[in-house]
């Protein structure tokens, strides 16, 4: 495989624009492009738009007009090369007469795959799994988990004291982590379909589980709320149900269920923000993908703790993660962690249109 300096550049961007559309693409994947001219200049990029919007390719060579041709498409996942609805991206990438593409992450499904081939037998050349890994545990990795296990990505958030309490004794919690912390986890939501929580959480804490800016304003886009509510406990003056986001309150009996129903909605990213019981559940049956952990310099000694009960007697069957990042917030830190196996069973779609192609 050889691949330029300014290629590699140029799949670093691409990542970083697929990033800065998560939460507004699914079911479609968050695809990155990077159009570079004969000489290797930057001239398009462009991200997957909304679902019927152009895909990440098209926007990029719109981008760079004439100074595509004779050049190189950089893109995070393989071009499609069919028609669903938007036409397939080869046929831009070849009217716009690029010369090359560089892929990172190839086409996983049947139905959208190809897109290769075709780019070679018209004779441009195309360099595949260009920092696969990269894209693949990037903005990808929702939309993959999808295709493989045909259920959404799992995000756990949850915030709590150095002694893993996330409540104190008399169960106040608010604040447990500071302003820099709480606007983080907006960020984060943003970055998600739905967030979802338990009876309980709704009906201790009253969250509105709404997306604000920094100026404290609702965004003009609202992930889905979900309250997974099996014995119909919430009450219609919730905050969850007013008329700032969408709102599904769910009787599924677990996890599974609830996360198959979600993926029927087409949510391929779930922030599940839920208190200690909905996230052992969750921890329990290994459908947790990411945890990002806000911790407080701040001791309680007592009160509830960051995860409920796990199932687990002995250190050696401790679940254990590793640490993919660590940022101040102000006063707090964040801790993103990712669980040391892999969940659920792989498996590869074979229909339905928006489970492939970029």
């Known amino acids: 495989m050889s691949v330029s300096a300014a290629e590699l550049s140029a ?43 152009p895909h990440a390719e098209v926007r990029a060579l719109a981008q760079a007009g004439e100074r595509a041709r004779g050049g190189t498409a950089v893109v995070t996942l393989e071009p ?10 080869v046929e831009a990438l070849l009217t716009a007469g690029v010369a090359r593409v560089v892929v990172a992450v190839p086409e996983p499904t049947p139905l959208a795959g190809g897109g290769a081939a075709r780019l070679r037998a ?30 959404p990505f799992v995000v756990w958030k949850v915030a709590g004291t150095l002694d893993g309490r996330v409540a104190a004794a008399d169960g ?47 965004a003009a886009r609202q992930p889905l709320r979900v309250v997974l509510d099996r014995r119909g406990r919430l009450p219609g003056t919730a905050r969850v149900l007013d008329d700032a986001a969408p709102t599904l309150v769910s009787a599924a009996t677990g996890p599974g269920e609830l996360l198959s129903e979600l993926f029927a909605r ?51 069957d401790a679940l254990t993660l590793t640490v993919t990042g660590l940022t101040r917030l102000g006063g707090d830190v964040e801790i993103r962690l990712r669980p040391n196996r892999h969940t659920g069973h792989r498996r590869v779609a074979d229909h339905h249109g928006a489970t492939g192609g970029s």
Do not use: Y
């Open 266 to 316: 087409d949510v391929r990213r779930v922030l599940l923000e839920g208190g200690p019981t909905l996230a052992a559940a969750f921890l329990r049956e290994e459908l947790v993908d990411e945890a990002v952990v806000h911790l407080a310099p701040k001791l309680l000694g007592a009160g509830a703790p960051l995860v409920g009960d796990l199932g687990i007697t002995g250190i050696g």
């Open 11 to 53: 799949m670093a961007r691409a990542r970083e624009l697929g990033t800065g559309v998560l939460g507004t693409t699914s079911p479609n994947p968050p695809v990155g492009a990077v159009v570079l001219a004969a000489d290797g200049t930057p001239v398009g990029e462009g991200a997957t738009a909304p679902p019927g919007g």
């Open 172 to 218: 106040s919690s608010r604040w447990v982590t500071g302003p820099e912390a709480r606007a983080a986890v907006h960020r984060l939501r943003a970055t998600c379909d739905a967030v979802v929580v338990g009876s309980g959480t709704a009906l201790t804490d009253d969250p509105q589980l709404t997306v604000r800016d920094a100026d404290g304003r609702d």
């Open 80 to 89: 499609c090369a069919h028609t669903g609805r938007t036409e397939p991206c």
């Open 122 to 151: 018209a004779g441009v050349e195309v360099e595949l799994g260009v920092e696969q890994r990269a894209a693949e545990e990037g903005a990808l990795a929702a939309w993959l988990t999808g295709v493989r296990e045909q259920r």
